[in-house]
């Protein structure tokens, strides 16, 4: 069988754990606050109505195609492109590729960090591997300008993030639905969790807090894991609807 990605692929130890995955979460939802294409994930009125869920259907969709076998993978690709399509012809205009492009960098970015964060430090070889498979995806979608190489992407990533990213109104506002839909307490994990894997460009224009008290915390997370005590610590930063969901994906990658 084949399948999108392959099996020993340092993209599925990445995507495989629940742990990353909400770094990856937390980080894509700064970024997606600040982007200058936001006001089409406003359009449908899904994201402000549901943020939390709009943006884990996001990480979904990746890494159900990170996992899939090759003709699945493509056809959960068009399924996405399909959806875009409709979006556009709804409001009668085109969403510009260079959004398309920035949410495929953030995900290349924010595998990268969250991992490195919560595990080790990657290769440049397991870098360039992470860019190659993103940018299978935005090639299945017939996206133009997108980097050739790991090297070129670093670029056009830096270029993105001085370009693409302002702090608006629909910033405040979808902060303001992060803050009502996690509750206080998580909301300010969340900030933590954002500080230790977003770019400093990100860092800036959100005001983020440049002391983590959230890394000594990983220490100690790290220690539970290895007592396979980490799904509690896990699951007390979760709100009760998402946990079965963040849960399922260690399972499934467990089969996998």
Avoid: C
């Avoid at 960090?113 to 992470?130: G, I, N, V």
């Avoid at 400093?200 to 983020?208: A, I």
């Avoid at 990983?218 to 980490?230: D, E, I, N």
């Amino acid at each position: 069988m084949e399948y999108f990605v392959d099996e020993h692929s340092i993209v599925r130890k990445i995507w495989g754990k629940a742990d990353t995955i909400l770094f990856i979460f937390a980080g894509a939802a700064a970024e997606f606050a600040l982007n200058k294409a936001v006001d089409w994930l406003y359009f449908t009125g899904k994201l402000p109505a549901d943020p939390l869920g709009r943006l884990f259907s996001t990480v979904a969709y990746s890494r159900q195609i990170i996992f899939s076998e090759r003709e699945a993978a493509l056809k959960a690709i068009d399924r996405i492109t399909a959806i875009h399509q409709g979006v556009e012809a709804s409001r009668g205009a085109q969403i510009p590729d260079w959004a398309y492009r920035d949410v495929l960098f953030l995900l290349i970015d924010l595998s990268i960090s969250s991992y490195e964060l919560l595990e080790r430090p990657l290769t440049l070889l397991e870098k360039a591997q992470t860019f190659a498979v993103f940018k299978r995806v935005g090639t299945r979608m017939q996206l133009t300008g997108l980097p050739a190489t790991y090297s070129e992407y670093l670029d056009m990533r830096h270029q993105h993030l001085q370009q693409n990213l302002v702090q608006g109104d629909l910033t405040v506002d979808l902060y303001h639905q992060y803050r009502l839909h996690l509750g206080a307490a998580r909301y300010h994990v969340l900030k933590q969790a954002q500080l230790l894997v977003v770019p400093p460009q990100v860092r800036d224009h959100l005001h983020l807090n440049r002391v983590s008290w959230l890394r000594p915390v990983l220490w100690g997370y790290k220690f539970l894991k290895l007592l396979k005590l980490s799904a509690f610590l896990r699951d007390a930063l979760l709100p009760a609807a998402y946990k079965s969901q963040i849960k399922d994906l260690d399972n499934v990658y467990l089969q996998s």
